[in-house]
């Protein structure tokens, strides 16, 4: 986590007892990423306490690059949008599951599968 936090890095790890199902999707699993984002950051800070999202876009859809493109795919199924500016990376983040042993890449995305091998083993 040192070395890619805060950025573009979701961790998948078992969830804790006492966290509600509806944030695991009775997975027993939770995702767990801390923005580069400065305003996302003091947005996090501000409210100290944890905030919980899902991507901005629907599964299987192309990526959201702007507020834009989030209201046109999900509008209808938000109350609301913070426009941060355009993403700054063509990339998604990646996602790693380190609920199992080796850890597995969820998805591949900004961090490469060889930079995070250089730190912890892979399935």
Same mark, same amino acid.
């Given at each position: 986590?040192?070395?890619?936090?805060?950025?573009?890095?979701?961790?998948?790890?078992?969830?804790? /007892? *006492?966290v509600?199902?509806l944030?695991? $999707?009775?997975?027993?699993?939770?995702?767990?990423?801390?923005? !580069?984002?400065?305003?996302?950051?003091?947005? $996090?800070?501000?409210?100290?306490?944890?905030?919980? $999202?899902?991507?901005?876009?629907? !599964?299987? #859809? *192309? @990526?959201?690059?702007? $507020?834009?493109?989030?209201?046109?795919?999900?509008? /209808?199924? +938000? /109350?609301?949008?913070?426009?941060?500016?355009?993403? *700054? !990376?063509?990339? #998604?983040?990646?996602?790693? /599951?380190? !609920?199992? @042993?080796?850890?597995? +890449?969820?998805?591949?995305?900004?961090?490469?599968?060889?930079?995070?091998?250089?730190?912890?083993?892979?399935?």
């Amino acid at each position: 986590m040192d070395a890619f936090w805060p950025g573009p890095l979701t961790i998948v790890f078992e969830s804790a /007892d *006492s966290v509600s199902p509806l944030l695991t $999707a009775n997975t027993g699993k939770i995702g767990i990423r801390l923005s !580069s984002h400065n305003a996302a950051r003091k947005i $996090a800070k501000a409210t100290r306490k944890p905030l919980t $999202a899902t991507s901005a876009n629907l !599964s299987g #859809a *192309s @990526e959201c690059m702007d $507020a834009d493109q989030v209201i046109q795919q999900i509008g /209808d199924k +938000i /109350d609301a949008v913070v426009d941060l500016e355009k993403t *700054s !990376s063509l990339l #998604a983040s990646t996602i790693i /599951d380190a !609920s199992c @042993e080796p850890a597995e +890449i969820l998805r591949p995305g900004v961090i490469s599968r060889e930079i995070i091998q250089k730190y912890i083993h892979l399935k």
